[in-house]
């Protein structure tokens, strides 16, 4: 049995600051949490890991890659600038540098496989980065059949193009795609490489209605409902995505999910940054859930979720990261920081939308649905042992009161101030250092690879900015 001795804890369902505590833990599971006196040493803070419901594994920073500052319908295509690596290296130091930041479990939203090897092999590679790492996924893959470069007419916007531009577009985002049969068999097949690794959820992942046709959206629908697996979408991220939706559905994009048979509580929609009142009742009566990325929403300029509304409306709001934390970092504990300040309601009374122990919820436990985990994200006895240990005399750097752990960790607290993170009994980081896996050779090891790569997209890179400044165009005043 493990004993872990802290100064404080965030207790129970509504997270309740806590005295020194020793909390004992079993089977990778919280057997005992019993009063203690203060514990010799440094001061601890201990609360329950995070659940990442939206990410998508990406190896390093597509700022690195110059795909900072721009819109979604921009920075999403010049991605392909970026040539394939290992999986596994890719994955394993994505998923390490999250668990460094606090997230135990991560949803892996595979929108760009490697396609160095065949995807089920490619799924095996990421199921061992996870299991090194020491984290549990959801797995979802991607699915789509339309739209590929914009929501319109491809063809209205290649004419504009040279055709030496227009050829490179066609070959690079415009080639043709596996049918919806032959896509659904192959999440089939991934589920059948990944059976015997409990560690992975296997789920469907159209990336979003507007790069999904009506037949596959009723496809996934009817094979969700027959296999029970989980389904993770895009929803609404950006503006030119809702103009797009009311255009192509006038009787509402989110009601046809509904009609259909879509929506339920096996699905996870990332962001519903536009999403509508009557549209947010309806998912909330699904038992669907939304995963909000504040960070992401900020930097590509896709505005601000509406948490509270959210909330008002009966949502299961969980956090994601959508590998674009603030600083493009991985840092959870800093993401849930803005998550409750971003989600709160201005003025009084101050208990008014998004408050701490409802970001704690969203972020540690409700986000572990949506990654196929069991009931978690509470420090109380028979819970998974799923906890993070903080530095709390560096929380409390001024040291001049008595002053709630809890206010420290909403105003202050960063991933430096994670000591320990613990996944079902076993420990994943220590002194801040992930134990897996070596995270400094793997993220070397990935720039090497990727300054080798890039010479194979030079042409690319090129003539990227002439598309872009034509998408820019195309959806120019749209909104």
Known sequence: MTQLHVSAALLGPEYETSGPVRISIKDGRIAAISPASKP??????????????????????TTSFGCGGKPLEQWLPQLAVMP????????????????RGGATGVMVHLTRAMGLKPLPDEARDIARAAADVGVSIGFAISMRDRNPLIYGDHEALLGELAPEVAQLARNTWLKPLPSVAEQLALVDQVASALADEPHVDVQYGPTGVQWCSDEMLRAIADASARTKRRIHMHLLETQPQRQWLDQTYPQGGVSFLEEIGFLSSRLTLAHCVWAREQELDLIAASGARIAVSNSSNLHLYSGRAPLADMQAAGVAVAMG????????????????????????????????????????????????AALGLPEGGVLEVGMPADLLILDLDALDRDALMPVSAEDLLFARATAAHMVEVWTSGRQVVREGHVQGVDLAQLEKSLRGAYRSGLVGTEKLQELWPTVEQNIGDYYRGCC
């Open 40 to 61: 010799d040493g440094p001061a601890r803070l201990a609360m329950p890991a995070l659940a990442d419901a939206h990410n998508h594994a990406r190896p390093l920073s």
């Open 321 to 368: 990261l959508d590998g674009c934390a603030l600083d493009e970092d991985d840092d959870g504990l800093r993401e849930l920081r803005l998550f409750h300040l971003l989600g709160r309601r201005p003025g009084y009374p101050s208990d008014q939308g998004m408050t701490h122990a409802a970001a704690l919820r969203a972020a540690c436990r409700t986000g572990r």
């Open 84 to 99: 394939p690596v290992d999986a596994y290296t890719a994955t394993a130091a994505s998923l390490a540098r999250s668990v």
